[in-house]
């Protein structure tokens, strides 16, 4: 059984920095593209950092300069280190993953619990 786990989150001010990790248990299968997406109240989930099994990766335009997506292909885990926070940055953080099980054709996306992030003085 495919499980994602976040650790991290929480209160920090202003200016501040976070890091959030996610872990990927099972086994048994093969993990394309990592993400982190992030929902503040009231509005959508958006994308905030992704990263393909190669490296490349992709950030929203407001996290360019100040988050930095990394993966550890041999642990299955992705990282989101985020700097210069903003009060704008505050919501819950989810790890995304795309996942293929070896005995299947198709891929599906899983996500983690969520982590709050609270960025405020």
């Known amino acids: 059984q495919v499980q994602l786990v976040e650790s991290g989150g929480g209160l920090v001010q202003p200016g501040g920095s976070q890091r959030l990790s996610c872990a990927v248990s099972?086994?048994?299968?093969?993990?394309?593209?990592m993400g982190w997406y992030r929902q503040a109240r009231g509005k959508q989930r958006e994308p905030v950092a992704t990263?393909?099994?190669?490296?490349?990766?992709n950030y929203v335009d407001s996290g360019k300069g100040r988050f930095t997506i990394s993966r550890d292909n041999a642990k299955n885990t992705v990282h989101l280190q985020m700097n210069s926070l903003k009060p704008e940055d505050t919501a819950v953080y989810y790890c995304?993953?795309?996942?293929?099980?070896?005995?299947?054709?198709?891929?599906?996306?899983?996500w983690g619990q969520g982590t709050q992030v609270n960025v405020s003085s």
């Open positions: 990263i393909t099994s190669g490296g490349t990766t």
């Open positions: 099972g086994s048994g299968f093969r993990v394309n593209n």
């Open positions: 995304n993953c795309n996942i293929r099980r070896y005995y299947e054709l198709a891929s599906y996306d899983y």
